[in-house]
């Protein structure tokens, strides 16, 4: 496949790369260059969000930026180029006409005559409507009539684009779509000039499923650009006299539950996180036979001592609190029940036992639920826990987990208490073997030496797969987690 960088060794292309084991996409949250701006090696130009996080995206070169090929909001596949930059200093190269080696389209569109008016920088407002890979130069843009909610074929990254950089061959549709594909040309406002209105596709998808025609809206966005505000604003104010008459009112479809401007539904499209949450849920579900056990135990002593650490030179700067000593807990009772800590091989019908312990700790961030993993917390002296503890909540209520931090997990820990939830029954995070939910801790009358007492009371359940874990194996760990949280001088003798 012929690249900007073959043709103009000037140009130089930037892809998305794989920022975590096994992701196979991103998408672009936010961009932080525009056309025409000067980048140095290592400065951040975007930020986006993969399956497990969202993370920065540093650029390995210097120069001027040519092109940005995605719109924020599109969801990028790795490999694929997302940014070209050319020589530091220059200006973004004007559009060209069609290249000689551009490939047989069904119809050929001459070349364009106004080709020396043609604007001398890209403008941002066109970001991501480039041409196909297949093409090094790009041809002067020629009007589309207005055709409502459906862009035309080609408009964003072609068929053949993502074909080619995933290493299969283009759908047959592609020679069409890149023949179709607009170049950038001065902006032009939709609503005076009857070209086709410009908005990008998150917009467009936001007016088809509002039923709003983008013709009909007055753009308010830099350079005539039409809006999410814009589409709201044409929802909630009364619809224009159109110029010709429409055609007789119809019934709603069937498939629509919703009339236009009806505000009582909100339809958010499931991806990044939400999405890869999903998917190893429901995979976890129907693959592993989870078995839960549940145990009330009394941890009155475990808040003291709580209390006590807060106070201890030991853990100062330190965050102290009941997790800590409940991960700590399940930690020693996995170092005297081992056989817990393992992993089912499918693939090669094998049981793979694990001499460490990567301790998950389930967070609810802005973005959803992730687990990130505290690395070798067998190893770990309780200050030192306390302190990965720490840092693994500030990065991930911060949104700044890495990839790499929710890899590699053993078992996982869920604080359900938190949310002034009793207990649960916890779904295992795919190749580990058992999760703890801990409810949340309560003073409840309870029988206490004899007599019935006011005591801190909490609930822990365990789940577990069973074709690993047997109710034997499952029961002796959570009744040591729960022996060590009823007397946690046990974790001192026990450790």
Known sequence: MTTMTDTASAVREFKMPDVGEGLT??????????????????????????????????????????????????????????????????????????????????????????????????????????????????RARKPVPSQGDEPPAGTYYAAAVQGELNGHAPAPQAPAAQAQAPAPAAPQVAASTGARPLAKPPVRKLAKDLGVDLATITPTGPDGIITREDVHAAVAAPAPAPAVAPAP??????????????????????????????????????????????????????????????????FEGLRVNPLLLISKALLLAIRRNPDVNAAWDEPNQEIVQKHYVNLGIAAATPRGLIVPNIKDAHAKTLPELAASLGELVTTAREGKTSPGAMQGGT???????????????????????????????????????????????????????????????????????????????????WA
């Open 25 to 138: 996409e991103a998408e672009i949250l936010k961009w932080y260059v525009a056309p025409g701006d000067t980048v140095t090696d290592g400065q951040v130009v975007c930020e986006v969000e993969t399956a497990k996080a969202a993370v920065e995206l540093p650029i390995p070169f210097d120069g001027t930026v040519t092109e940005l090929r995605f719109a924020e909001g599109a969801t990028v596949d790795v490999g694929q180029v997302i940014i070209t930059v050319g020589p530091a200093g220059g200006a973004a190269p004007a559009p060209e006409a069609a290249p000689e080696t551009a490939p047989a389209a069904p119809e050929t569109t001459p070349a364009a005559p106004e080709e020396p008016e043609a604007p001398k920088g890209r403008q941002p407002v066109l970001v991501g409507y480039g041409v196909s890979e297949s093409s090094t130069k790009r």
């Open 249 to 314: 009112a119809a019934p709603a479809p069937a498939a629509a539950p919703v009339a236009a401007g009806d505000a009582r539904e909100t339809r958010i499209p499931v991806k990044g996180v939400r999405k890869a949450t999903a998917q190893a849920m429901v995979g976890s579900a129907f693959t592993a036979p989870h078995v839960t056990e549940f145990v009330t135990v009394d941890v009155t002593r475990t808040m003291k001592l709580v209390e006590e650490l807060k106070q201890d030179r030991a």
């Open 411 to 493: 078992v996982t820990i869920t604080n359900i208490g938190v949310f002034g939830i009793d207990t649960g029954t916890p779904i295992l995070n795919p190749g580990e073997s058992a999760i703890l939910a801990v409810g949340a801790i309560k003073l409840q009358p309870w029988v206490h030496k004899g007599k019935v007492k006011p005591r801190q009371v909490t609930t822990l359940a365990l789940s577990f797969d069973h074709r690993l874990v047997d109710g034997e194996l499952g029961s002796k760990v959570l009744g040591d987690v729960a022996a060590i949280l009823e007397q946690p001088k046990r974790l001192m003798t």
